[in-house]
């Protein structure tokens, strides 16, 4: 197998590819990128074995079909030289022999090990039951939205990724760790097709969103029961296998009828909240809400009893309350949130609070409260 | 079934029968026959007992008593089963002050053995002596030369129960069986002398210990000197209740649970709810998986504890167990919180915790120290070169470059301050001026001295009274920070709580969800919340902040099992303090944290007022002391 390419053309589908390899592997082959050469074309993979990223590059010089061929070659040590090599360093990629490959740019050689393409993992068949079209920027916000809520190597496993449940009339994508949820949704048409709700684990999303642009060009979803696969562009394709197990009912903790309703400019609310974080508990990060009329008190207090105090202006007209929250998670729902006036619904002090963008349906925060 | 079971008819077993399968349950091994025997010699009120023993108690067991003796024709009766004079009616039992009560112990040893009785009641003018013969049956009593009391001769135990012989160890292993037996007898009765012998060699030889030095000779006589010397004073009394002993010193532990013995009301126990006190008030002072060592007596009503739980009696019941278990932890938390540095070898917890504070202030006010110095640098490496000519700099008399230490959560800032402003007027001058240093360090010094400086960025070098004091700095100042935490934590009257979103779910058993149902409110109180609408599952609503992104399921459910098990659970609470442990951990000093004098010499102030600082939060030192004596004799100084 051989091929010529330029270290520009490479550097960022090869980077794209890598990101899904962790470097320390007990499956020797698991730590390598899987590169094909047909037509032409130069195919690289990379898989965790749950995540799989595919890109293809078009080869410019013909180099024949003698030439085509497919090999795995350590992706880590593959990358860092491609990546070190200078700007415009044209790259000759050759099989030697059987386990070894040689990459030569001008006066630099590398002699890689390398271990057959046939064991490396294949991607997973999709028998596709729902397959539809989106744009980037749409997914980019759903996910922007709400990724930050998944858990974090949870026993319950099923939390730990984001649920895309396509509804008739539209598309939820949600993420909870138990204590706190986010939802956006999204139009969407499902055209008679059955209604279907998947689990992508967390590294997929991750990866994901970091590939997705801002832009109107669509991308092409496909899924069965146990896959995804998302066709990013003509070149770039990511495929995870799906978390199996069943989301919890998230519509069901939305809190119901709330008639405590705070409306603040987010910008303002935030930066109060990360001043007060300042002295509330370093590792707990307890702060409280006084709620008066049009006026909303936040207080911390760490346990050297060191106090924190803000006063804000805000348009409320309900009762006088007092709730505590983990202030972490006010903010981390507060970044996301794209609008400059927020909308928080309280109920009472041991219900959840909902916070919306003001005037906007389609993005939920809950988060339920601390008792301090 | 077998054909032979299913034709054979219903009868009466033999006596002998009977009675050797009763003695299964009571001689287990030559060291039961020592255990029930000495018991009974005890119960007659007997001051010197003497055991003789051959070939490991297999050949011969003899145990000879001054007690009370018994009367001569109550000679045979005693060796029938279910006699006994120690209790009359089951009332009795429940004020149950003698070891014994079953009467059955000579009859299952004779059923077993052949067997020598000689007595000589106290009221009686000669002793008589009895027999019983293999075929189990009694010679008449006659006469015989002896001292007042009683003596039981066994013989050739297991003779006639071939099965339990093969299972018997060499002499060796049975004879430690029986040393062991001994020595929790030797523990439990003080006023008691004892002397054992083996194969015709006297081997242990206990005088009765009537004061409490004696008593300590005893103990290091049984346990080891080295036990008492890293002993704690126990002596707690309540109304009900009293414990006193000795337990061991955190940094003085076992790797086996072996010495480890609890008396209740003058019975040696071993009973799963006192042992679970005993790890739980050494929690966070032990290393790793290491066993502290104990000598306890626990007094109580005998009212209130059951010990016709098996034929044995090591097992009790308690009427009040959750009562017990807390008194016992409690007790010996606050006698472990006195392992701090202290000037005095005094271990009584009163005493330090009321004086020790207004001592150290008193002492820093009234005089002027002046510290000698011995700066002989011979740099090895470059850090301790660095270290002490910082040190240089800082001891120079212009002192007014010291700072005040700005220790976070310092105790009192105003006393560290009056402290450094004292400190920083040394004299530098050499030293060997042993009068001078020696009037010095009796005036003020404190237990853990003043700082020299900092060794490898690990160690903080201190010289107090007695010579070198060398203390690991990160060990040292993560239990004061680990202190500092669960003061804040304790004092706090409820855990934040984090209301859950997503309830965790658990499917438990009937027995698990009646039993949370049961211990509600002590969930409640560390934070938890239930739901107990499903009938399967147990739905947990609400946890503790502190435990967040621990596995709260498997807590819940350990701690079931605990409550289940024993009654008490303290799985939350440990899990909460491990927590606080890594989270004082993160804040300490770490190694190569470079540290000035004034700085160092606050953290060993702290450590003098910290409860429990003579261990970090894992059971590792913090700290050793190299006397004068010791370093003399690296030096091989006056030899």
Known sequence: MYFEITRKELTNPLKAVVSTIESKQTLPILANVLVEVENNTLRLTGTDAEVEINCTVPLEASIGSDNDGAITVPAKKFFDIVRALPDGAHIQFNQEDENRVVIKSGKSRFSLSCLPAEDYPSSPEINSTLSFNLMHRALKDLLAQTQYAMAT??????LNGVCFDFLEDKLAVV?????????????????????MQVIVPRKAIIELSRMLENSDDSLEISMDANHIKIVLSDRLTLASKLIDGSFPDYWGVLPVNPNRIVTTQTGELKQALTRTSILSNEKFKGIRFALSLNNMVITSRNPEQEEAEENLMVEYNGEEMEIGFNVTYLLDALSVMTTKEVTLHF????SSLLITPKDLEDVKMVIMPMRL | MPYAIRNSH?????????????????VERPASVVKELLENSLDAGATEVEIEIEKGGINLIRVRDNGCGIRVNELALALNRHTTSKIKCIEDLESLSSLGFRGEALASIAAVARLTLISH?????????????DIQEMSEPVPIASPVGTCIEVHELFYNTPARRRFLRTPQTEFNHIQETVKKLALSCFNVGFSLKHNRKVLTSLPPATTESLQQQRIAKLCGQEFLEHTLDVHEDREALQLHGWISMPTYSRSQANMQYFFLNGRFIRDKLINHAVRQAYRDVLYRDRHACYVLYLTLDPKLVDVNVHPTKHEVRFAESEQVHHFIVATLQRHLATTMPKTEENTQPQS?????????????????PSLTYHIQPKPTRSAVQETLQTYQTLAAPNSSKITVPQVSNAFESEKTENFTEKITVPQVSNAFESEKTENFTEAIMPPLGYALGQLLGIYILAENKKGLVLVDMHAAHERITYEQLKVVWQTKKNNDVQQLLVPETLSLNDQEIATAKQYETFFKRLGFKFDFSDKKHLLILEVPNVLQKTNIGTLVQDVLADLIYLGVSDRIEEQILTKLASIACHRSVRANHQLNLAEMNNLLRQMEHTERSNQCNHGRPTWIQLTQKELDALFMRGK
């Open chain 1, 153 to 158: 190597n949870d026993v319950r496993y099923y």
């Open chain 1, 175 to 195: 993420a909870t760790d138990g204590h706190r949820l986010a939802l956006a949704t999204e139009a969407f048409d499902l055209a008679g097709k059955e209604t």
């Open chain 1, 347 to 350: 109920i009472d002090t041991n």
């Open chain 2, 10 to 26: 219903i009868q009466h077993l033999p006596t002998l029968v009977a009675n050797q399968i009763a003695a299964g349950e009571v």
């Open chain 2, 121 to 133: 009641f106290h009221e009686a003018n000669t002793g008589y002596t009895l027999q019983i013969n």
């Open chain 2, 352 to 368: 330090i915790v009321a004086t020790e504070p207004e001592k150290i202030t008193k002492n820093t006010e009234s005089t002027l």
